[in-house]
């Protein structure tokens, strides 16, 4: 973590949790994290829960949590069965998470798409979370993953870039326990950095926990997690957000 980017924690419930789990949860984060406003925490839950949850965690509710989207459609309406608009999305929540390799892996998105889906999310006035990756850790697969993400932002003005947020997941560490080296991680996410700006806030993905988050946050470029798993375990990412709140 830098002291100039303020850190940002979100769960990725994915495709998990009945509307009652969704409540207990969305319940419990808020009453845990009461005070650690120094944490911007998004819960990012099925997106048939956002409303239900909006009512208590929505727009305006709690300064430092927020809810997130999993997906968005670049188009603000029209014969999309099926999708959400981010103008929708932006009823019930803040942020929006987009290119998640699940996404990328089982319906194809390409980055063009990905691009469309950020600027959309910029004007409806979300914060897109853009995740990028590689699926197998071999030579020279941190330089074209530079290359991709330069591809995506290419065409995003500089303030866009800054407000945006990056999450750095590599694919073979996503649900496997197999986490990246803080090292790793670091050396590869301020690479990412060169092609975005100071400011913007790089997250790192991929069983990221509540024992393995010390180390990783100790990284000058890691400015917090999106988590998969352990967001479904509200003590343990009641803990991860709490360390991120001490070292912040
Ligand atoms: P895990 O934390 O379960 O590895 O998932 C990471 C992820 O895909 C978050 O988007």
């Given at each position: 973590?830098h002291p100039?980017?303020?850190?940002?924690?979100a769960?990725?419930?994915?495709?998990?949790?009945?509307?009652?789990?969704?409540?207990?949860?969305?319940?419990?984060?808020r009453?845990?994290?009461?005070?650690?406003e120094?944490?911007?925490?998004v819960?990012?839950?099925?997106s048939?829960?956002?409303?239900?949850?909006?009512?208590?965690?929505?727009?305006?509710?709690?300064?430092?949590v927020?809810?997130?989207?999993?997906n968005?459609h670049?188009?603000m309406?029209g014969?999309?069965?099926?999708?959400?608009?981010?103008?929708?999305?932006?009823?019930?929540?803040?942020y929006?998470?987009?290119g998640h390799?699940?996404?990328?892996q089982y319906?194809?998105?390409k980055?063009?798409?990905?691009l469309?889906?950020i600027?959309a999310?910029f004007?409806a006035?979300?914060?897109?979370?853009?995740?990028?990756?590689e699926?197998?850790?071999v030579?020279g697969?941190?330089?074209?993953?530079v290359?991709?993400?330069?591809?995506?932002?290419?065409?995003?003005?500089?303030?866009?870039?800054?407000q945006?947020?990056v999450?750095?997941?590599?694919?073979?560490?996503?649900?496997t326990g197999?986490?990246a080296t803080?090292?790793?991680a670091?050396?590869?996410?301020s690479l990412?950095r060169?092609?975005?700006?100071?400011?913007?806030?790089?997250?790192y993905g991929?069983?990221?926990?509540?024992?393995?988050?010390?180390g990783?946050l100790?990284?000058p470029?890691?400015?917090?997690?999106l988590?998969g798993?352990?967001?479904?375990?509200l003590?343990?990412?009641?803990?991860?957000?709490k360390?991120?709140?001490q070292l912040?």
């Amino acid at each position: 973590m830098h002291p100039s980017r303020r850190p940002l924690i979100a769960g990725n419930w994915k495709m998990n949790t009945t509307l009652a789990d969704a409540h207990i949860l969305a319940d419990g984060v808020r009453q845990e994290l009461e005070h650690e406003e120094k944490v911007d925490v998004v819960l990012c839950p099925p997106s048939i829960w956002l409303g239900f949850l909006a009512e208590r965690l929505g727009p305006g509710k709690v300064a430092h949590v927020s809810l997130g989207a999993q997906n968005c459609h670049p188009e603000m309406k029209g014969a999309y069965t099926g999708e959400l608009s981010t103008e929708m999305i932006k009823e019930v929540a803040d942020y929006v998470i987009i290119g998640h390799s699940e996404r990328v892996q089982y319906f194809h998105e390409k980055p063009d798409f990905l691009l469309h889906k950020i600027e959309a999310a910029f004007r409806a006035g979300l914060t897109p979370i853009l995740c990028i990756g590689e699926v197998e850790q071999v030579a020279g697969s941190t330089k074209k993953l530079v290359q991709e993400l330069n591809h995506i932002v290419r065409s995003l003005t500089h303030a866009q870039l800054e407000q945006l947020v990056v999450a750095y997941e590599p694919v073979w560490a996503i649900g496997t326990g197999n986490v990246a080296t803080p090292e790793y991680a670091q050396e590869v996410i301020s690479l990412l950095r060169t092609v975005l700006t100071e400011k913007t806030r790089i997250l790192y993905g991929g069983s990221s926990n509540d024992e393995n988050a010390r180390g990783l946050l100790a990284m000058p470029d890691i400015d917090g997690f999106l988590v998969g798993g352990a967001s479904l375990k509200l003590k343990s990412f009641v803990t991860m957000v709490k360390i991120a709140d001490q070292l912040a």
